[in-house]
């Protein structure tokens, strides 16, 4: 169980969950003492989340840091935590971004106590989605980091401009697009419908499975009708795709990012839109029909391999069509979200090569994407408290009165080039 | 020690010191002691490459380790690669580097300690990033290096960011050049693609064995060669290089004169033996390197900033480099490259203590300096004959070298060109010389010469330039050129010819230069606006890359959410009408209780 009997998985997944809990009981009206237990609690998970990292055995590979318990016989349904190579890396992103993130909120006035026990409890969902092997577990983490980022954004978000304009400003007006309520109920309403696809994908194979484990290791040994296959991937792609922004489903995610606060577009892009991407390299992808048999991973290689034109080709389009828009955009956190829209093209180019350096890339490009919009959102929210605007063409001169955040951007842009 | 641990060494110290002067703060904010640190360690750099030059093994010493994995092997290797080549780069950069650094120190005083220290923060970096580019043993590890000396070059050109013109120039030297690196990078992929491996060594033995598929090979060594014509700022992507001048003048001297921008020439000189697989693409070097030769150097002719003209000067000889590696006599180009290496360094140098003496760019605004700064004039002087092509001066031989491959090459037409070049170099390198330290005004304030930290690497750059042609000369000297005897008479006359011509329109005025402004009015007015190059691509940038950014973020914005949109208000819409059927009133629903009671009875009786 967990490493040397110390179930450390579950702690780095938890340990922010009870943060949550004690910032609601114990800390109302207590600004400095919610903050102190946000800061430790994801402290806890950030050195724990290390030490996993540098425990891991790269010799043996696969999944290690097992722990099993069992929720639901009947059904097949238990709480089952491991951690490989992948999952790993993504454990270790989000904990320092969201140990980051805890200290760029830090000058959050307005409920703050509820702010950051959201935050924790979205924090929990996602290394939760990032640890679980129990597919039932797995989707209830993925709505559990889901669902806290509505009203993350529609309470804490602030507006953009966005003026509707086209044969079609009339609906956006009538949407009220650029207002940060209709920016936290697209990206609700976009991620529930992904999820609705998930949801219908892993009954699927639940049921063709033989209904009686949902259990991701029990999966992987069953042989899936190359026909399902091809149905299930389809439908792990559009619903894991949208919260990786895969176009023309990426829409949501400008929005949303502009909108979000500064920790939560920190985690959204660094972590969440690398949620979409790992539920498809996880669940759709094998790769061990192509050599890589260590990494264990994927449950459709058929289905993979009808689609991998597909998400290639989409992949393409989101690194050209993102990087293009990111150069229209004159907010600044558009231009971070659209080219975060492009990095995840890249990821999943890199995965659509189905080959061990392509995966390898799409994971490296995950954790250095992942620090580097966390960086660039930080500095935005800095920059947007110090000049109040987010407009580019307003700015100038940061090098001087600002050296420090220029320095950290210009690292940042560095590293996306 | 052996030749790897001492090619690691002079690449690990300027590393070392980057490392210490970015992540200790106090060290680099303390301004001179970093500058103390860095030149410590790029000293040790240079010390390492000069025992390792001496005492280098006949063939190439390699060593590798493994990187990206891949199934079936490594996809890619880490590791350095020493032979001749390398080595006698490795000198160059490591000397130059070295006495930048020392001379930056003087030029450098009024600057503030913490700009100071992250002045030489990049310089280490800098200096790291180009000594990993020489030795780099396989094409990826190289386009890293390539981007990063680049990035260190839009840094250090940038270094005064608070004046606009400096971070715009910045910008354009890296938008430039990185145009040039993405076919460099397609290249590289695509012949990656063919031959399975990214290995300088392995590639050079498949293009012997003759075993390297030549389909589709000349496509792919121009897209390398168009990484080496930004870099190496060959037309028409030269525009950069004279804006660049912006970046404090030790820094021209350093990364736009002597080291960076022959790295397109070292590329091409490393990857020779591939690029002798394709003829065509080795011509249309040649062609391209005497054209950029020619023309760089008639914009040289009409520049008022010091800093410009000797820019416009190394793209110039940047073409003739290339102009010698097209026509087949690589020895020649990297011998130029050496040599102009030396002595170009020299003159930005020698600019840098005119410009620190007077305070500006502006050639008219100086005059009869030789007086005031008479060390400063003598070895300015010495820089300017060695470009000029003089015996015995190094340039001499390796300009001959050039002109005799490049004729043995069967360039006619560009061995014409270059001939023509070296007629206007001298000539506009002597314009230079007579305005700025002979001429009939005095410089306005009170220059003096400069401080030893600034003298001392000036003397240095100036008895190697000197030292090193005659000590050729004694040795005969034309081993390396192998062209027809009356080459060096004809370079030399020309030269000659150059200079005479100078003295007499700027120093004795018997030729009026706005009269051969008159005379040659299309083409002094081109090159004063550059050819309109400049506005090409600023047109470019604009209209079409902006243009169709905002058309993609248009369509983006507008029509793909725009149709989300619509999705989302036709529901509202639905939901709005549908809304209106719940009236509230109880007697409507008893109607609709009824008339659905109705509608049942009437469906159970029809059936």
Known sequence: MGWNGIPILTLITWAPFVGAMLIMFTARHHPLAVRLIGAVTTGISLVLSLAVYLAYDTEAAGFQFYEKISLVPPLGISYEVAADGISLILVLLTSIIIFSGVFASWTVQTRSQEFYALLLVLVTGVFGVFVSLDLFVFFLFYELAVLPMYLLIGIWGSSAQVRPRGIFGWAMRETGVGSKEYAAMKLTLYLLLGSAFILVGILALYMAAGGSSFSFLEMEGAAFDPVLQRWVFLLFYVGFGVLAGIWPLHTWSPDGHASAPTAVSMLHAGVLMKLGAYGIVRLGMKLGAYGIVRLGMGLLPEGTHDWVWLVGTIATINIVYGALSAMAQTDLKYVIAYSSVSHMGIVLLGAATLTEAGLNGAVFQMFAHGIMTGLFFALVGLVYEKAHSREIFKMGGFGRMMPGIATAFTLGGASAG | MNAGTLALAA??????????????????????????????????????????????????????????????????????????????MLVLVALVSFLVQLYSLGYLEHETPPALGRYYAYHSLFAFSMLGLVLAS??????????????????????????????????????????????????????????????????????????????????????????????????????????????????????????????????????????????????????????????????????????????????????????????????????????????????????????????????????????????????????????????????????????????????????????????????????????????????????????????????????????????????????????????????????????????????????????????????????????????????????????????????????????????????????????????????????????????????????
């Open chain 2, 138 to 607: 396989n094409f990826l590890q190289m386009f890293i290096f390539w981007e990063l000396v680049g990035l260190c070059s839009y840094l250090l050109i940038g270094f005064w960011y608070t004046k606009p013109e400096a971070a715009r120039a910045a910008v354009k030297a890296f938008w430039v050049t990185k145009a040039g690196d993405l076919g460099f990078i397609i290249g590289i992929v695509l012949l990656w693609g063919q031959a399975g491996t990214f290995q300088f060594s392995g590639l050079f033995q498949m293009a012997a064995d003759r075993t390297l598929p030549t389909a589709g090979l000349a496509l792919i060594m121009f897209l390398i060669y168009l990484g080496a014509v930004g870099k190496s700022a060959q037309f028409p992507l030269h525009v950069w290089l004279p804006d660049a001048m912006e970046g404090p003048t030790p820094v021209s001297a350093l990364i736009h004169a002597a080291t960076m921008v022959a790295a397109g020439v070292y590329l091409v000189s490393r990857v020779y033996p591939l690029f002798l697989l394709t003829p065509d693409v080795l011509a249309l070097i040649g062609w391209v390197g005497a054209f950029t030769a020619l023309l760089a150097a008639t914009l040289g002719l009409v520049q008022a900033d010091i800093k410009r003209v000797l820019a416009y000067s190394t793209v110039s000889q940047l073409g003739f480099m290339m102009a010698a590696l097209g026509a087949g006599a690589a020895a020649a180009g990297f011998f130029h490259l050496l040599t102009h290496g030396l002595f170009k360094a020299l003159l930005f140098l020698g600019a840098g203590a005119v410009i620190h003496a007077v305070g500006t760019n502006d050639i008219w605004k100086m005059g009869r300096l030789y007086r005031a700064m008479p060390q400063t004039a003598i070895v300015f002087l010495v820089g300017t004959l060695a470009l000029a092509g003089i015996w015995p001066f190094a340039g001499f031989f390796s300009k001959d070298a050039v002109l005799a491959g490049v004729w043995e090459g069967g360039l006619t037409t560009p061995f014409l060109m270059l001939a023509l070049t070296v007629f206007l170099t001298a000539f506009y390198m002597f314009r230079v010389v007579f305005v700025v330290f002979f001429g009939n005004r005095p410089a306005e304030g009170h220059p003096h010469d400069v401080p030893l930290v600034m003298s001392g690497p000036l003397w240095i750059l100036a008895i190697l330039t000197l030292g090193w042609g005659i000590s050729l000369a004694a040795s005969g000297g034309e081993e390396k050129a192998h062209g027809p005897e009356w080459i060096p008479w004809l370079a030399s006359g020309l030269a000659v010819a150059g200079i005479v011509f100078a003295w007499l329109t700027y120093q004795k005025r018997a030729v009026s230069a706005d009269a051969l402004a008159r005379t040659f009015r299309p083409l002094y007015v081109a090159a004063l606006s550059k050819f309109w190059l400049d506005d090409l691509y600023g047109g470019i940038y604009r209209g079409l890359l902006l243009g169709f950014s905002r058309l993609v973020g248009w369509v983006d914005r507008y029509l793909v959410d725009g149709l989300v949109n619509l999705a989302s208000a036709w529901t509202l819409r639905w939901g709005d009408g549908l809304r209106r059927i719940q009236t509230g009133r109880a007697q409507d629903y008893l109607y609709g209780v009824a008339f659905g009671l109705l509608l049942v009875i009437v469906w159970s009786y029809w059936r």
């Open chain 2, 11 to 88: 690449l690990g110290l300027p590393f070392c010191s980057f490392v210490l002067l970015a992540v200790v703060p106090p060290l680099r904010r303390a301004g001179r002691v970093a500058g103390a640190l860095s030149i410590a360690a790029i000293g040790g750099s240079l010390l390492a490459s000069l025992v390792l030059g001496r005492t280098l093994p006949r063939e190439s010493v390699e060593l590798t380790w493994p990187w990206l994995p891949a199934e079936g092997g490594p996809m890619a290797t880490v590791g350095i690669l020493v032979d001749h080549l390398a080595a006698s």
